[in-house]
């Protein structure tokens, strides 16, 4: 129909702006959000109050509620509103069990989370440290595997 032609040449266009530099891409709009904030004090630290005010940004923009034409250009995000949403009800049904814990166990195993989450245990030996160090790791790692009932 015309309006989501419209609608998706709008979009288009924002992204074609987006590639030659016009407008910024979400990740560089964020970043001068916290670095151009009052109570940032240009240290790498975003207080907890500057993250808020971001989110409360993002989410009024997301929602129609605030108009961000350094980020969108001339495209508006029409309000999001109960009565013109869907009333469709999110059905866990849909992942089977083995597929939910598959995905939990996939993003669980990343070296990034591992890293973050894991801390080993000091091992004092030397040897056969790189093998202890996966097996602790293992061990950890079981332990603090999610469960889906």
Not at 34 to 43: A, Q
Request: charge should be positive; include cysteine.
């Amino acid at each position: 129909d015309a309006e989501t032609s419209e609608r998706v040449e709008q979009y288009m266009d924002l992204i074609k702006k987006r590639a030659c530099g016009e407008l910024p891409t979400a990740a560089s709009w964020m970043r001068n959000f916290v670095t151009s904030h009052s109570e940032y004090n240009k240290d790498s630290v975003v207080s907890p109050s500057i993250a808020m005010d971001l989110m409360i940004a993002c989410k009024e923009i997301g929602e129609g509620h605030r108009d961000c034409p350094e980020l969108l250009g001339d495209l508006r995000v029409r309000p999001v509103l109960p009565e013109t949403g869907y009333d469709v009800r999110l059905d866990s049904s849909k992942v089977s069990r083995k597929a939910a814990i598959d995905l939990i166990s996939k993003y669980t195993n990343r070296n990034s989370w591992n890293e973050k989450n894991l801390p080993l245990p000091y091992i004092k030996s030397n040897e056969n440290s790189a093998r202890k160090k996966e097996t602790n790791r293992k061990n950890l790692r079981k332990e603090r595997e999610p469960s889906i009932s």
